[in-house]
Protein backbone atom coordinates (compact mmCIF):
# COMPACT_ATOMS: atom_id res chain seq x y z
CA UNK A 1 0.00 0.00 0.00
CA UNK A 2 0.98 3.73 -0.23
CA UNK A 3 3.49 4.77 2.59
CA UNK A 4 5.18 8.02 2.93
CA UNK A 5 6.66 7.38 6.39
CA UNK A 6 8.73 10.85 7.66
CA UNK A 7 11.56 11.78 9.97
CA UNK A 8 11.25 11.94 13.70
CA UNK A 9 11.03 14.63 15.48
CA UNK A 10 13.70 17.74 15.52
CA UNK A 11 14.52 20.91 17.79
CA UNK A 12 16.83 23.22 16.34
CA UNK A 13 18.11 26.72 17.51
CA UNK A 14 17.46 29.49 15.66
CA UNK A 15 19.84 30.31 12.84
CA UNK A 16 20.12 26.18 12.22
CA UNK A 17 19.19 24.18 9.25
CA UNK A 18 16.64 21.10 9.64
CA UNK A 19 16.32 18.33 6.75
CA UNK A 20 13.55 16.39 7.05
CA UNK A 21 12.84 13.18 4.72
CA UNK A 22 10.08 11.36 3.39
CA UNK A 23 10.53 7.86 2.64
CA UNK A 24 8.13 6.31 -0.24
CA UNK A 25 6.98 2.90 -0.65
CA UNK A 26 3.80 1.08 -2.40
CA UNK A 27 4.84 3.41 -5.32
CA UNK A 28 7.50 4.83 -7.93
CA UNK A 29 8.78 7.87 -6.38
CA UNK A 30 9.91 9.12 -9.92
CA UNK A 31 6.24 8.78 -11.81
CA UNK A 32 5.16 11.41 -9.13
CA UNK A 33 5.06 14.97 -7.50
CA UNK A 34 5.94 15.61 -4.24
CA UNK A 35 4.63 18.56 -2.25
CA UNK A 36 5.68 19.74 1.27
CA UNK A 37 3.21 21.74 3.56
CA UNK A 38 3.71 23.42 7.26
CA UNK A 39 1.25 23.89 10.21
CA UNK A 40 1.88 25.78 13.08
CA UNK A 41 0.70 25.16 16.04
CA UNK A 42 -3.06 25.39 16.02
CA UNK A 43 -3.17 27.29 13.26
CA UNK A 44 -3.95 26.30 9.19
CA UNK A 45 -2.16 24.54 6.35
CA UNK A 46 0.47 26.22 4.46
CA UNK A 47 2.01 25.14 1.53
CA UNK A 48 5.79 25.43 0.59
CA UNK A 49 6.45 23.97 -2.12
CA UNK A 50 6.46 21.57 -4.63
CA UNK A 51 9.28 18.57 -6.61
CA UNK A 52 8.38 17.13 -9.38
CA UNK A 53 10.21 13.34 -8.49
CA UNK A 54 11.21 12.81 -12.36
CA UNK A 55 13.10 16.16 -13.20
CA UNK A 56 13.90 17.65 -10.22
CA UNK A 57 11.94 20.65 -11.24
CA UNK A 58 10.41 22.58 -7.94
CA UNK A 59 8.67 25.63 -7.05
CA UNK A 60 8.89 26.94 -3.58
CA UNK A 61 6.32 29.77 -1.98
CA UNK A 62 7.96 33.05 -1.49
CA UNK A 63 7.84 33.09 1.89
CA UNK A 64 10.33 30.40 2.18
CA UNK A 65 12.15 31.19 -1.14
CA UNK A 66 15.88 31.14 -0.46
CA UNK A 67 16.00 29.15 2.93
CA UNK A 68 14.10 25.79 1.25
CA UNK A 69 15.52 23.38 -0.70
CA UNK A 70 13.49 20.48 -1.73
CA UNK A 71 15.13 17.53 -3.14
CA UNK A 72 14.43 13.33 -3.86
CA UNK A 73 16.71 10.45 -4.26
CA UNK A 74 14.50 8.06 -6.30
CA UNK A 75 17.43 5.61 -5.36
CA UNK A 76 16.31 5.47 -1.95
CA UNK A 77 12.70 6.32 -3.03
CA UNK A 78 13.46 9.50 -0.37
CA UNK A 79 12.33 13.10 -1.13
CA UNK A 80 13.46 15.69 1.33
CA UNK A 81 13.41 19.09 2.35
CA UNK A 82 15.59 21.15 4.15
CA UNK A 83 14.91 24.42 6.02
CA UNK A 84 17.83 26.96 6.55
CA UNK A 85 18.24 29.99 8.79
CA UNK A 86 15.81 29.33 11.02
CA UNK A 87 13.07 30.88 13.22
CA UNK A 88 10.58 30.53 15.85
CA UNK A 89 7.69 31.05 13.54
CA UNK A 90 9.04 27.76 11.27
CA UNK A 91 8.04 25.82 14.27
CA UNK A 92 5.11 23.66 12.84
CA UNK A 93 4.58 20.14 11.93
CA UNK A 94 6.07 19.63 8.02
CA UNK A 95 3.78 16.83 5.61
CA UNK A 96 5.00 15.48 3.11
CA UNK A 97 2.23 14.45 0.54
CA UNK A 98 2.35 12.93 -2.67
CA UNK A 99 0.78 14.39 -6.05
CA UNK A 100 -0.20 12.67 -9.32
CA UNK A 101 1.59 15.02 -11.89
CA UNK A 102 5.38 15.41 -12.14
CA UNK A 103 5.04 18.43 -14.84
CA UNK A 104 2.86 20.95 -12.31
CA UNK A 105 1.92 20.70 -8.97
CA UNK A 106 -1.92 18.99 -8.55
CA UNK A 107 -4.03 17.70 -6.18
CA UNK A 108 -2.50 15.56 -3.46
CA UNK A 109 -3.65 12.01 -2.73
CA UNK A 110 -1.61 10.71 0.29
CA UNK A 111 0.15 12.48 2.97
CA UNK A 112 2.93 11.41 5.20
CA UNK A 113 2.34 11.39 9.38
CA UNK A 114 3.66 14.74 9.53
CA UNK A 115 7.53 16.01 11.43
CA UNK A 116 7.30 18.60 14.40
CA UNK A 117 10.09 21.10 13.76
CA UNK A 118 10.42 23.02 17.14
CA UNK A 119 12.94 25.96 16.54
CA UNK A 120 14.05 27.59 19.99
CA UNK A 121 16.87 29.04 22.14
CA UNK B 1 -1.97 35.41 -4.14
CA UNK B 2 -5.59 33.80 -4.21
CA UNK B 3 -7.25 33.84 -1.20
CA UNK B 4 -9.54 31.45 -0.15
CA UNK B 5 -12.30 31.88 2.24
CA UNK B 6 -14.20 29.23 4.02
CA UNK B 7 -17.10 29.37 5.88
CA UNK B 8 -18.34 28.97 8.56
CA UNK B 9 -15.21 29.28 10.28
CA UNK B 10 -16.81 26.27 12.99
CA UNK B 11 -20.17 24.76 13.28
CA UNK B 12 -22.10 22.30 15.52
CA UNK B 13 -24.24 19.72 14.37
CA UNK B 14 -25.77 16.11 15.13
CA UNK B 15 -24.72 12.60 14.19
CA UNK B 16 -27.50 12.57 10.73
CA UNK B 17 -27.30 15.87 9.81
CA UNK B 18 -26.56 17.60 6.41
CA UNK B 19 -23.83 20.01 6.34
CA UNK B 20 -22.42 22.25 3.99
CA UNK B 21 -19.42 24.04 4.10
CA UNK B 22 -18.23 26.97 1.80
CA UNK B 23 -15.21 28.04 -0.07
CA UNK B 24 -14.92 31.04 -2.33
CA UNK B 25 -11.85 32.04 -4.13
CA UNK B 26 -11.10 35.72 -4.65
CA UNK B 27 -10.89 34.57 -8.45
CA UNK B 28 -11.43 32.01 -10.51
CA UNK B 29 -9.85 28.77 -10.27
CA UNK B 30 -11.44 26.82 -12.28
CA UNK B 31 -12.19 23.49 -10.95
CA UNK B 32 -8.56 23.27 -9.25
CA UNK B 33 -10.11 22.35 -5.85
CA UNK B 34 -9.43 20.21 -3.41
CA UNK B 35 -10.68 19.35 0.25
CA UNK B 36 -9.21 17.76 3.08
CA UNK B 37 -10.19 16.13 6.60
CA UNK B 38 -7.71 16.83 9.71
CA UNK B 39 -8.28 15.13 12.98
CA UNK B 40 -6.38 16.22 15.87
CA UNK B 41 -3.05 15.49 16.09
CA UNK B 42 -3.05 13.71 13.07
CA UNK B 43 -1.88 14.49 8.93
CA UNK B 44 -5.03 16.08 6.78
CA UNK B 45 -6.61 12.92 4.74
CA UNK B 46 -7.59 13.69 1.00
CA UNK B 47 -11.05 13.90 0.18
CA UNK B 48 -12.13 15.44 -2.83
CA UNK B 49 -10.23 17.03 -5.68
CA UNK B 50 -11.19 18.81 -9.39
CA UNK B 51 -13.90 20.23 -7.02
CA UNK B 52 -15.98 16.89 -7.20
CA UNK B 53 -13.90 13.65 -7.60
CA UNK B 54 -13.75 11.57 -4.23
CA UNK B 55 -10.15 9.93 -3.19
CA UNK B 56 -10.02 6.81 -2.73
CA UNK B 57 -11.89 5.08 -0.45
CA UNK B 58 -14.10 7.90 0.56
CA UNK B 59 -17.59 7.49 2.00
CA UNK B 60 -20.22 8.61 -0.89
CA UNK B 61 -21.59 10.67 2.10
CA UNK B 62 -18.92 13.41 1.13
CA UNK B 63 -19.64 15.37 -2.01
CA UNK B 64 -18.20 18.31 -3.57
CA UNK B 65 -19.48 20.89 -6.08
CA UNK B 66 -18.71 24.09 -7.60
CA UNK B 67 -17.00 25.65 -10.44
CA UNK B 68 -14.93 29.20 -10.91
CA UNK B 69 -14.65 31.00 -7.25
CA UNK B 70 -17.45 29.47 -5.31
CA UNK B 71 -17.38 25.93 -4.21
CA UNK B 72 -19.35 23.74 -1.41
CA UNK B 73 -18.32 20.28 0.95
CA UNK B 74 -21.29 18.24 1.62
CA UNK B 75 -21.50 15.39 3.80
CA UNK B 76 -24.96 13.76 3.41
CA UNK B 77 -25.41 12.47 6.85
CA UNK B 78 -22.73 13.41 9.26
CA UNK B 79 -21.18 9.96 11.08
CA UNK B 80 -19.32 10.21 14.36
CA UNK B 81 -15.75 9.77 12.45
CA UNK B 82 -16.66 13.14 10.52
CA UNK B 83 -16.56 15.46 13.68
CA UNK B 84 -13.47 17.40 12.43
CA UNK B 85 -11.64 20.54 10.54
CA UNK B 86 -12.16 20.75 6.71
CA UNK B 87 -9.71 22.49 4.84
CA UNK B 88 -9.98 23.73 1.05
CA UNK B 89 -7.03 24.25 -1.29
CA UNK B 90 -6.77 25.75 -5.04
CA UNK B 91 -3.76 24.67 -6.93
CA UNK B 92 -4.79 26.35 -10.23
CA UNK B 93 -2.48 29.20 -9.60
CA UNK B 94 0.67 29.66 -7.56
CA UNK B 95 1.36 29.66 -5.19
CA UNK B 96 -0.93 26.86 -3.52
CA UNK B 97 -3.29 28.52 -0.91
CA UNK B 98 -5.66 26.68 2.04
CA UNK B 99 -8.88 28.18 3.42
CA UNK B 100 -8.90 29.00 7.20
CA UNK B 101 -9.97 25.94 7.80
CA UNK B 102 -13.77 24.63 9.07
CA UNK B 103 -14.45 23.06 12.12
CA UNK B 104 -17.36 20.58 12.63
CA UNK B 105 -18.01 19.72 16.51
CA UNK B 106 -20.84 17.39 17.95
CA UNK B 107 -24.11 19.70 18.55
Known amino acids: QVQLVQSGAEVKKPGASVKVSCKASGFTLSSYGISWVRQAPGQGLEWMGW????????DYAQKVQGRVTMTTDTSTSTAYMELRSLRSDDTAVYYCARSPNTVVVTQVDYWGQGTLVTVSS | DIQMTQSPSSLSASVGDRVTITCRASQGINNYLSWFQQKPGKAPKSLIYGASILQGGVPSRFSGSGSGTDFTLTISSLQPEDFATYYCQQYNTYPITFGQGTRVEIK
Open chain 1, 51 to 58: ISAFNGNT
